[in-house]
Structures are given as structure tokens and as C-alpha cells.
């Protein structure tokens, strides 16, 4: 796994790099999928796009968020 943000204040800056790498790639909500797929829409292809539908209001290490994202995440991952 590997985490990142849109803007350019984010700690860690999405790159092409992670975008390639990635076979799923979480969103919170519609603008930043929006925003995803305008920034690198060459790079997306038939990548697999989750949006949570999550209000990215939350700040860093929320427990709320953390809770929302133990709700949402897990039913994408199946163990192998």
C-alpha cells in the first residue's frame, strides 16, 4: 500500500510513478476522482478507481476517518 495527495502541499505529491504501480487506487470523494483523472489521465488506463464517498474534511490521523475508512476499505481486499 502506499498513500498520497493531489495537492501540492501534501506531505507526499502523487506521482506517474505510484499511478503505475498501483492495480487499485482509493479516492475520499468525487472532486478528488475528478481531479485524479484530469491530472493524469494517461496514466489511469484501466486502473480500478474506489471512490469511498467520503468527505475529505478530516485531518490527519482523525479517528473518525479511521473508523470510516475501517468500514469502507476492507471489502476490497480478498485474502489470498
Known amino acids: 500500500a502506499s498513500?498520497?495527495?493531489?495537492?501540492?502541499?501534501?506531505?507526499?505529491?502523487?506521482?506517474?510513478e505510484q499511478i503505475e504501480w498501483a492495480d487499485l487506487?482509493?479516492?475520499?470523494?468525487?472532486?478528488?476522482?475528478?481531479r485524479l483523472k484530469k491530472k493524469f489521465k494517461s496514466q489511469i488506463g484501466t486502473r480500478k478507481i474506489v471512490n469511498l464517498d467520503i468527505p475529505d474534511e478530516y485531518d490527519y490521523m482523525d479517528e473518525t476517518l479511521i473508523r470510516l475508512l475501517e468500514m469502507k476499505v476492507p471489502k476490497y481486499f480478498v485474502p489470498k
Open 25 to 34: 487506487i482509493f479516492v475520499m470523494d468525487k472532486n478528488q476522482l475528478n
Open 3 to 16: 498513500s498520497a495527495g493531489l495537492n501540492d502541499t501534501a506531505e507526499r505529491v502523487l506521482s506517474c
